[in-house]
Nanobody, 136 residues
């Protein structure tokens, strides 16, 4: 089985920073498309940042210049460095990966309101999410 797990969430004041991490067992991130999604308090779900198998990155305009996605291949760990956090950034953050071998036999648990979005966008694995709270 494949398991992804996010960590690093917490409660911070506006302007603060957090570093989210995503580790995987039974799966290698390198060679796969990867992304960070977030589910807001109104259950809105959208991609925040992604990194493709060839190294190309995408960052949503709402966090561009503040958030940075990166991959440590040696540690098989995906990161999201979040700086200058704003109250609007409060959400549950999910990491996701798209296996080049296609969908698994069964979808992983979790995903919340992001589940359908993740499946529609071609992702095959994701974690349980990590909560980020930002106070003003």
């Amino acid at each position: 089985e494949v398991f992804l797990q996010e960590s690093g969430g917490g409660s911070v004041q506006a302007g603060g920073s957090l570093r989210l991490s995503c580790t995987a067992s039974g799966f290698t991130f390198e060679g796969s498309d990867m992304a960070w999604y977030r589910q807001g308090p109104g259950n809105e779900c959208g991609v925040i940042s992604s990194i493709s198998s060839d190294g190309g990155t995408f960052t949503d305009n709402s966090v561009k210049g503040r958030f940075t996605i990166s991959l440590d291949r040696a540690k098989n760990t995906l990161y999201l460095q979040m700086n200058s956090l704003e109250p609007e950034d409060a959400a549950v953050y999910y990491c996701a990966a798209a296996s080049p071998r296609g969908p698994p036999g069964a979808w992983p648990p979790g995903g919340g309101a992001c589940y359908l979005t993740l499946v529609t966008n071609g992702y095959t694995f994701w974690g349980q999410g990590t909560q980020v709270t930002v106070s003003s």
